[in-house]
């Protein structure tokens, strides 16, 4: 549309017809009938000529969102033009007014007027309007998804840490520990809470330190389950930053990073820089580093709780909480919360309160009806309901009736009034609030697991007195020739003959074992294996994991030292070598875990060589006679051996010990171990285990994943949108597609689709299968790229179509608005969950009648007028007052369905912010997990909704010409 030259003003804001990609763009010049634009966003300047421009006048209207520079969101109240110039009256989401020149207005953002483009003639193929519709629908679900956060993840849905995941992400500010045991799956745990939190807009800046062995697993499990991109800071990287006075705050250059606890606590400078970046939130992993006493503390220790403490979300994960004692597991929740975990003795004295909880949990899981005695406890945990009054859920004939009608369910499903109690219990008692922690007794799907040890003779030339327990190999420091006289390592060579080609990974203490074996393995026996230790660099350690990992060419067996039991993963293989046996049950696990995890699909063959008579022979047998350590997981085995540490280490360091005195302490590891456990199921890992895992909630969750995997949706909108934009597909292999640039794409890039192509699938199977494909959600970079695309453009907002239908005369006209529910709110409000962006599609006819309900619109295709220009001129401006005022009849029912919108989500949201508010108010006063920061910040959270949500409005966002021939 030409334009005269007389429409421009310096420092007017146009958009480009042609190319809207170039956001708005700022009139520099005007002289001689030309015009220069300059498009801050891309940093392009186009001069046209000012009577035949592809330009449009971007000028808003009351009630309109904008952006400024400085990235405030903002409404439109009014607008003052002067001399071709326009200063906007704005109001901010705190409700306050100034005036704006247009000049301020964020250069990015992208204005879409439907009206005004469908009276300028300006017309999209119907096709993108449909596709407009679509991706408005698309981003609705995805707002409104229970799953929000959880559908993109590359991982089966398990119920259990699904269930975490929603329940931490879910808090204000979240502070926990995730302690999951072995295999368990707490750093899946962990990526799901921080992926919803992301996706919430909740948190931006997120530091995640991790041992340096796990850097690079880290950033691949980042990326490939989760598709975040972190930085990783690693000492070459950072190599001086810490010390240079000039050099900046390397930490304040990327928004989420990753970094090694290890290079930060031995650089003070890098440290100092970390804490003072500001972050949203902080994962530590392998957090049982950590040590803490009540007399001192590591440097690790202190680092971390510094940045703990000005870190308002906070997620450390161990698998072994308690394997530095339970000072050491104090210190960590210390981290967390310092008010609530202040003194350990009253810590102490708390645990021991658990049991009768966790007794009188167990009985509501009984169908059976409590007795007096246990309905009066009940009472005294509880308490009444607010009002004063009794709470009728603690009547014996209630609770009776309801376990009867539902003792018989298949599932052995909890009477609803019971799980109330229970989880009243639980928030009120328990510790779940911190400290989560699954265990394999309690959640299913693990293998089982089949010892099979091996009793060696020493050779002839090796002295008993001469082996180190605490140091097998001590010799290989001294004798590099130390294996020809070890029977262990025959015994290796046979067993790998006896297994090929089976895969099995080796565990030994120290990285000169490891190697020492692989030169001998290959000189003597010509076998091949992959090293892993901690001299290695990490991108070596990927290797040798990959090369181990490879199905055809890979090699049979992995050598690792003891850094293989911590992070890695290697279900796909089932036979564990235990060349030596760490001291600590808990490393002990740790190293079982790498294979014995959910995923294996095999029974884990544990293959144990000992040399009897020798150290060996006695930690073997207390492990195997008095823990029971390697048919399952033995949650009491840390602390028997905190207890019995002194004098199992005196029988490993006598070289002839007495029978009678291994039989003694293994009978004693025995009992103990079965008294401990009875212990624990009765008291704080009765609670957590339930705290822990809400299987009906997991359930649920875990079913929203499935129906979204099989709503074909997303993959139509991606598919017609590619088609539309010009982006090449065709089917790849294993019912996957290749996705690349098309020569004749509408711009030049599709975005989030590199250059190469990709190869994808909208399978969960195939993407677990195949990792090297993207899985395509919603929640996908590249599909939430592609819905921001057409939403956040002109793309589809106005059009016109010719079609036939006899329900309605020649000449007739049927106007299809399009209006879209939002609220001007910060995005950590998370508004949206009250008010989604929901399309509200309104069909108007000639007499002002809303027909949307009698019609279907999807089914009113017809000839798309945007080709045939004269006609479409022609049609319009016959039209134009008719057109107009059907305009305003569906801006009038906008506004009468936008009071009701605003009533519905207020009270929603009222509904659910005040009653977690009650229930937080009243578990304050029993359960002192509850911060009152938490509670602060929910009626802070509320008070701001309650003033977003009453600005909230339906927006006009496109409009459809439906004429009939």
């Known amino acids: 549309m030409s334009e005269p030259a007389s429409a421009f003003a310096v420092g007017q804001r146009w958009l480009s017809e042609t190319q809207p990609e170039l956001g708005l763009g700022m009139v520099e010049n005007v002289e001689h009938r030309r015009v220069t634009v300059l498009f801050p966003a891309t940093g392009e300047r186009r001069t046209y000529a000012a009577d035949n421009t592809p330009l449009w006048r971007a000028q808003l209207a009351a009630g309109e969102l904008l952006r400024d520079l400085e990235g405030r969101d903002l409404t439109v109240v009014d607008l003052l033009e002067h001399n071709g110039f326009v200063t906007y009256l704005v109001r901010d989401t705190a409700g306050n007014e100034e005036p704006l020149p247009e000049t301020r207005i964020d250069p990015t953002l992208r204005l879409s007027r439907p009206q005004q483009r469908l009276r300028a003639g300006r017309l999209d193929t119907d096709t993108w309007f449909r596709l407009r519709v679509q991706a408005l629908e698309q981003t609705a679900r995805l707002a409104t998804a229970p799953a929000r956060g959880l559908i993109g993840a590359r991982i089966s849905p398990i119920p259990h840490q699904l269930h975490i995941a929603a329940e931490v992400a879910d808090r204000h500010q979240p502070r926990v520990l995730l302690a999951d045991e072995v295999g368990l799956g707490k750093t899946i745990e962990a990526g799901l809470i921080l992926h919803r939190l992301l996706l919430a807009g909740r948190v931006r800046r997120v530091l995640v330190l991790v041992p340096e062995p796990l850097l690079h697993q880290w950033l691949v499990e980042l990326l490939r389950r989760f598709n975040r991109r972190f930085a990783l800071f690693d000492r070459e990287r950072l190599r001086g930053r810490g010390q240079a006075a000039d050099a900046g705050n390397p930490f304040e250059s990327e928004q989420q990073i990753l970094c090694s606890l290890e290079l930060l606590r031995d650089d003070p400078g890098l440290a100092e820089s970390a804490m003072q970046a500001g972050w949203d939130l902080l994962i530590c992993d392998e957090a049982h580093h950590l040590e803490w006493t009540p007399a001192s503390a590591s440097p690790a220790y202190d680092l971390v709780a510094g940045l703990a403490a000005q870190t308002p979300a906070v997620l450390l994960l161990t698998a072994t909480p308690e394997q530095l004692g339970r000072a050491g597991h104090f210190g960590r929740l210390r981290l967390l919360d310092p008010e609530r975990f202040g003194d350990y003795q009253d810590f102490l004295n708390e645990e021991a309160r658990y049991a009768p909880v966790a007794e009188l949990v167990t009985r509501l899981l009984d ?402 299968a195949h990792e090297e494909r993207q899985f395509l959600t919603r929640e996908h970079p590249l599909s939430r790229a592609a819905l921001e695309l057409v939403t956040g453009s002109h793309l589809g907002t106005s059009a016109l179509v010719l079609t036939q239908d006899p329900r309605f005369p020649s000449s007739a006209v049927l106007l299809e608005a399009v209006y879209v529910a939002e609220c001007p709110a910060p995005p950590v409000l998370n508004a949206q969950r009250f008010l989604p962006p929901t399309a509200r599609r309104m069909l108007i006819d000639e007499h002002g009648q809303e027909r949307s309900t009698e019609i279907d619109a999807d089914a009113l295709g017809g000839k798309c007028l945007r080709s045939r220009r004269p006609l479409a001129k022609a049609l319009l401006e016959a039209k134009r007052k008719i057109l107009d005022a059907m305009v305003t009849l569906a801006e009038q029912q906008a506004a009468r369905e936008t009071a009701e919108l605003r009533d519905q989500a207020v009270a929603l949201m009222r509904r659910e912010l005040d009653g977690e508010l009650v229930r937080l108010e009243t578990l304050a006063q029993r359960n002192p997990a509850v911060r009152s920061e938490e509670i602060e910040a929910l009626k802070a959270e509320r008070d701001a909704l309650t003033e977003a949500l009453a600005n909230s409005r339906l927006r006009l966002d496109a409009l459809r010409v439906i004429a009939f021939a």
């Open 367 to 768: 169908p059976s009806p409590l007795n007096a005695d246990e309905q009066q406890r009940l009472e005294e945990l509880v308490g009444p309901q607010d009002g004063g009054g009794p709470d009728p859920d603690l009547e014996a004939g209630a609770l009776a009736t309801e376990a009867q009608s539902s003792s018989e369910e298949a599932d052995n499903a909890v009477p609803p009034g019971r799980q109330a109690l229970i989880d009243r219990l639980l928030d009120l008692q328990g510790t779940g609030r911190v400290l989560f922690r699954n265990t394999r007794a309690a959640i299913s799907g693990f293998p089982e697991r089949q010892l099979y040890p091996a009793a060696l003779e020493p050779s002839a030339t090796e002295s008993i007195a001469d082996i180190d327990p605490l140091d097998p190999q001590r010799s290989a420091l001294d004798d590099p020739d130390w294996a020809e006289s070890d029977p262990r390592v025959d015994w290796l060579i046979e067993q790998l003959r006896a297994l090929s080609p089976a895969k099995a990974l080796l565990i030994a203490a120290a990285a000169e074992t490891v190697l020492d074996l692989r030169r001998f393995l290959l000189e003597r026996a010509g076998i091949h294996a992959a090293v892993f230790h901690e001299g290695m660099p990490i991108v070596e350690r990927d290797r040798a994991a990959a090369f181990f990992a490879d199905p055809e060419e890979g090699a049979q067996l992995l050598l690792c030292s003891e850094i293989g039991s911590e992070g890695r993963n290697f279900q796909f293989a089932h036979h564990l070598i235990l060349f030596d046996l760490p001291e600590d049950p808990e490393l002990l696990e740790q190293r079982i875990g790498r294979l014995d995890r959910i995923g294996q699909t095999e029974t884990v063959a544990i293959h144990v060589p000992y040399r009897t008579g020798t150290a060996d022979e006695v930690l073997f047998r207390w492990y195997h006679e008095g823990l029971d350590a390697f048919s399952a997981h033995q949650p009491a085995a840390p602390a028997v051996y905190w207890e019995q540490q002194e004098r199992l280490g005196e029988l490993l360091l006598d070289p002839a010990p007495e029978a009678d005195e291994i039989a003694a302490l293994v009978a004693e590891a025995a009992s103990r171990r079965a008294e401990l456990d009875a212990q624990l199921t009765q008291g704080r890992d009765r609670l957590l285990e339930l705290s822990s895992h809400r299987p009906a909630v997991g359930r649920a969750l875990a079913e929203a994943i499935d129906a979204e995997d099989r709503d074909p949706a997303i993959e139509t909108f991606l598919t017609g949108l590619w088609d539309a934009f010009g982006v090449e597909r065709e089917p790849g292999p294993s019912g996957s597609i290749v996705v690349r640039p098309g020569a004749h794409m509408m711009q030049e890039r599709f975005p989030e689709l590199p250059d190469e192509g990709l190869t994808a699938t909208f399978s969960r199977t195939h993407a677990l």
